[in-house]
């Protein structure tokens, strides 16, 4: 059922006096709990519902959509007031994001949309050729799922569309978890060309939406440094940097994760590739393994390390900056001098200047020296809004060590 509505019988919304108007009408997409006005008839409102937002003096301001259960109480939907949040305007984000990414990439394999920065607050839709998943993580999304369900299949022709409604974002919003698929159907991986190495992406059990395109850019970098080169991918999930060091020219790579399933997608996305003699995987706990790898005396030209968020937010910021330092501390010692150390993040509570820090460290401890030869980010297909620092949450620091 569409929730195309009258805009003039919608409910309404009111910031408190003493919140920021301004910074609503210049962009700002979100309004805090602590902002707005939740009298009994507010906090009665279902998850998801679409209202007018008015200032402290009752002025429309915005068409927001409200979740009472959310410390993200209303999203900015619109800054025009009288704005009809429908299948239509759904079908509209979704082809002028789509408009980009077909100017961006010349095969269907990317992120198609990344949430606020895309229009849609909360929802995330990676595309793998003629699937697609979504992540709805904001209320609304959730309501209207079949019509973002019919809009996304209208406008960019995918046969099968799968929700993977699980995560951290879901949990704060008050959203239960399921994966289902809403159209069509798969029934194995599917083999995603990137960066001239083939991955295989599980839709339906992966991670995630089944593979990271964020990292594309910086993959394509380590490539450049691989030639030659003796490569170990940690934390590799289905191969990521190991596969695109492969494509690269590295004589060899060793992919290290925790996961046994992942690390099979990651051999026979070798395989695909033609490179299953150079690949191999070694499966535990990234930490316990490094350690093992230096005590066995193995060294590489080139070694990444691309952990999950170790701070995801702000009451874990100094626990993760920790565990940054520590993997610094623990690769730098597998690095031959003149080669390279690749160190990210994906934490957005941990800023460019703190995980860099932290980094700087961990390489110090370890009694290395090192030149900071670039920094990467999350690729185009995951644009952010300015007003939104913590979109800028991928970070992926390249250093020369001596």
């Known amino acids: 059922m569409s929730q195309s509505e009258d ?28 902002e707005l006005v939740t009298d009994r008839r507010t906090k009665a409102l279902a998850p998801g519902t ?46 002028r994001a789509l408009e980009m990414r077909a100017r961006l990439f010349d095969a269907p394999f990317y992120r ?81 060309p990137m960066n001239g190495a083939i991955y295989l992406a599980d839709l339906m059990g992966g991670q995630k939406t089944g593979l990271f395109y964020d990292q594309r850019p910086n ?50 996305g070798a395989a695909a590739m033609g490179m299953a003699d150079r690949f191999a995987t070694r499966q535990g706990d990234a930490f316990d393994t490094l350690d093992a790898l230096d005590r066995e005396g193995e060294r590489f030209d080139l070694v990444i390390c691309d952990p999950p968020a170790f701070a995801p937010a702000k009451p874990a910021l100094q626990a993760g900056l920790r565990a940054y330092e520590r993997i610094a501390r623990m690769a730098a010692p597998l690095v031959e001098p003149g080669g390279y150390l690749v160190l990210c993040s994906c934490s957005h509570a941990a800023d460019l200047l703190q995980f860099r820090a932290a980094c700087t460290r961990g390489i110090g401890k370890a009694g290395r020296s090192a030149q900071l030869i670039h920094t990467g980010y999350a690729g185009p297909d995951h644009p952010m809004l300015p007003q939104l620092a913590e979109s800028g949450y991928l970070k992926s620091l390249f250093f020369r060590l001596d």
């Open 112 to 192: 198609l949309v990344h949430a606020e920065a895309d229009g849609l607050p909360g929802v995330i839709i990676d595309r793998f050729g003629d699937a697609a998943v979504i992540q709805p993580n904001a209320a609304w999304s959730e309501v209207m799922i079949a019509d973002l369900e019919a809009a996304l299949a209208e406008v960019t022709g995918v046969t099968t569309i799968i929700k993977n409604a699980a995560g951290r974002a879901r949990t704060l919003e008050g959203l239960d978890e399921e994966m289902l698929t809403l159209r069509g159907g798969i029934e194995a991986p599917v083999e995603v």
């Open 50 to 95: 679409i209202a007018t937002l008015e200032d402290g003096e009752r002025r429309p301001l915005a068409t927001v959509t409200v979740n009472p259960n959310s410390k993200i109480i209303g999203r900015v939907m619109s800054r025009d007031a009288e704005a009809v949040i429908d299948r239509d305007w759904i079908a509209g984000k979704l082809t």
């Open 219 to 268: 993959h394509a970098f380590a490539a450049r440094l691989a030639e030659g080169a003796r490569v170990l991918d940690v934390f590799s999930h289905v191969g990521g940097f190991a596969l695109a060091a492969l494509a690269g020219g590295a004589t060899s790579a060793l992919s290290v994760d925790a996961s046994a399933p992942a690390l099979d997608l990651a051999t026979k």
């Open 7 to 34: 805009t003039a019988t919608r409910p309404t919304v009111r910031l408190r006096p003493k919140a920021e108007a301004r910074a609503i009408r210049h962009g700002f997409p979100w309004v805090y709990a602590d």
